[in-house]
């Protein structure tokens, strides 16, 4: 069992940065990780996911080349820094684990069992 928790989000003008991050409770931190986002009247979408060592990540088209996902296992923490902001990234931002097996990454929301508490990112135009 783990517990996630977020810190970061807030408002930003377009064009700015922010970082989010997750920090996981639990002696390990075994599981590939995942951000989503989900903006008012739409789906949760995907964002970017990273493998349990850190050594495979993947990014949603939408905000590929703007968002960096990271992790560091020895806080327990993984990042998403997020730069040129759009308006478009409003969002709540939800960070999301899943127990690794292998060194492999997820994409889609039913592949996660652990949710953090999401947190606002308002980009203003």
């Known amino acids: 069992q783990v517990q996630l928790v977020q810190f970061g989000g807030g408002l930003v003008q377009a064009g700015g940065s922010l970082r989010l991050s997750c920090a996981a409770s639990g002696r390990s931190f075994n599981y590939a990780m995942g951000w989503f986002r989900q903006a008012p009247g739409k789906e949760r979408e995907f964002v970017a996911a990273?493998?349990?060592?850190?050594?495979?990540?993947y990014c949603a088209d939408s905000v590929k080349g703007r968002f960096t996902i990271s992790r560091d296992n020895a806080k327990k923490t993984v990042y998403l820094q997020m730069n040129s902001l759009k308006p478009e990234d409003t969002a709540v931002y939800y960070c999301a684990g899943r127990l690794s097996i292998s060194d492999t990454i997820a994409a889609d929301t039913r592949d996660y069992g652990y949710w953090g508490q999401g947190t606002q990112v308002t980009v203003s135009s």
């Open positions: 990273i493998s349990w060592s850190g050594g495979n990540t």
